[in-house]
């Protein structure tokens, strides 16, 4: 079966210091990747997406960039962080040539100071 | 106009009662609905999904599609207390890799 692991579950770092969240997913072959964030009481925003390892489709020009340096990785990243970087982050996967499902690792709990 | 919108609750009942989520899409080409359930501080969990109109069942949930009136719903029959948690709802399109989802819906079962 297929398994998400995403870590860490909080993080708190302060401004100006890098990130570097990770995920990796299990038992599938070529899947779509995605980091979404979650601001408190609000939905889901699509944050990167990758359908291929180095490819990688940014949906909000902002202070994260993303990378996926192996079939089943996915990297979130920051130089320097900001206090509006503070959030719920998220990543998931889907199997290709399917858009029905969509499954999410247990997500990170990040705090700028 | 977003396209996908749900009321945010929260919406409150006494344990056993049926529940009913709702979310409503304005964009015709959306082919994919899905419904997560998410727990505080936790990753949204894929509770059902469907491609057609009409009725999917799996225990006590019941997902129902209505495309011609762009309206999906999730019914939850006798409702615990565990169900308590925010409700999401999700919509995709044919090969095409992003999805929209709702702002989700704060449930609260009583005991």
């Known amino acids: 079966s297929q398994t998400i692991h995403q870590w860490p579950a909080t993080l708190v770092q302060p401004v100006g210091s890098p990130l570097s969240l990770e995920c990796t997913v299990e038992?599938?072959?070529?899947?779509?990747l995605y980091w979404y964030r979650q601001a408190a009481g609000r939905g889901l925003q699509l944050l990167f997406y990758?359908?291929?390892?180095?490819?990688i489709s940014s949906e909000v020009p902002q202070n994260l960039s993303a990378s996926r340096p192996q079939d089943r990785q996915f990297i979130l990243s920051s130089k320097k962080l900001l206090l509006s970087d503070s959030g719920f982050y998220l990543c998931?996967?889907?199997?290709?040539?399917?858009?029905?499902?969509?499954?999410f690792g247990s997500g990170t709990q990040l705090s700028v100071l | 106009q977003k396209e996908v919108e749900q009321d945010p609750g929260p919406l409150s009942v006494p344990e056993g009662a049926i529940v009913s989520l709702n979310c409503t899409y304005s964009?015709?080409?959306?082919?994919?609905f899905m419904w997560y359930r998410q727990y505080s501080r936790k990753g949204p969990e894929l509770l059902m999904y469907?491609?057609?109109?009409g009725n999917k069942e799996d225990g006590r949930f019941t997902a129902q599609v209505d495309k011609s009136s762009k309206y999906i719903s999730l019914f939850i029959r006798d409702s615990q207390p565990s169900d308590s948690a925010t409700y999401l709802c999700?919509?995709?399109?044919?090969?095409?890799?992003?999805?929209?989802f709702g702002s989700g819906t704060k449930l609260n079962v009583k005991p």
């Open positions: 998931a996967w889907k199997p290709q040539g399917t858009n029905e499902k969509l499954f």
């Open positions: 038992g599938t072959s070529n899947p779509n």
């Open positions: 990758s359908v291929g390892i180095g490819q």
């Open positions: 964009n015709s080409a959306f082919q994919y």
């Open positions: 999700a919509m995709g399109r044919h090969n095409f890799n992003k999805f929209y």
């Open positions: 469907t491609y057609s109109s």
